[in-house]
């Protein structure tokens, strides 16, 4: 088991609702990568932050937003939901910007958007 | 763009047997490639950690093997056991500005009883 923890685990939300998840890093991680995995897919790559600036994002639109806090733990933002934005969100932590350290994830939050 | 194959899609093998994973990329320029496990409905386990200038890393029942030049990797797991069952991603880190993980679509491992 990881250090990575996210909450909340499984979250039913509304079409056109806004939702935060929560991400606590891994002790001594200061950077935080989030991803979205569709039923049957592989991950895809939301952004990254790395203490507390993002530096690096994925094909999604601005609704999603994030922040990284003092402590680098996370916050991902997403406004106006849709039906399509109903995934598993997978949150990692590394060392390090330009890491060759290994990403440790956490165990997800299911989101349902009905 | 850096693409990320994985082959066979699904498997199913009785336990005992040994097993190869494939995994192939098409941008060589990786810091990176990691191998991870993921149960039903549940987060990431990393598996391995191969850097990019290394060939293979073991642990335990598994090896992985990688040969950036061509873009492939391979995930070897020996006496396949049912505890085994699960989907294997690799994911390979860019040597790039975005920093990303680019994950395959899986291999779903059955180790039969």
């Known amino acids: 088991e990881t250090g990575v923890t996210q909450s909340p685990t499984h979250l039913i939300k509304t079409r056109g609702q806004q939702v935060t998840l929560r991400c606590s890093s891994q002790s001594g991680h200061n950077t935080v990568s989030w991803y979205q995995q569709a039923l049957g897919q592989g991950p895809q790559f939301i952004f990254q932050y790395y203490r507390e600036e993002e530096n690096g994002r994925g094909n999604f639109p601005p609704r999603f937003s994030g922040l990284q806090f003092p402590n680098y733990s996370s916050e991902l933002n997403v406004n106006a939901l849709e039906l399509d934005d109903s995934a598993l969100y997978l949150c990692?932590?590394?060392?390090?910007?330009?890491?060759?350290?290994?990403?440790?994830f956490g165990q997800g939050t299911r989101l349902t958007v009905v | 763009k850096q693409e990320v194959t994985q082959i066979p899609a699904a498997l199913s093998v009785p336990e005992g047997e040994n097993l190869v994973l494939n995994c192939s990329f098409t941008?060589?320029?990786?810091?990176?490639l990691q191998w991870f496990r993921q149960d039903p409905g549940k987060g990431l386990t990393s598996l391995l950690l191969i850097q990019s200038s290394q060939r293979e890393q073991t642990s335990g029942r598994l090896n992985a093997s990688l040969d950036k030049s061509s873009g492939r990797s391979t995930l070897y797991i020996a006496a396949s056991q049912p505890g085994d069952s699960a989907t294997y991603l690799c994911a390979v880190k860019e040597d790039t500005g975005r920093r990303a993980l680019t994950f395959g679509s899986g291999t779903r491992l059955q180790v039969q009883p």
């Open positions: 990692a932590s590394s060392r390090g910007e330009k890491s060759n350290t290994e990403a440790f």
């Open positions: 941008d060589s320029a990786i810091y990176n």
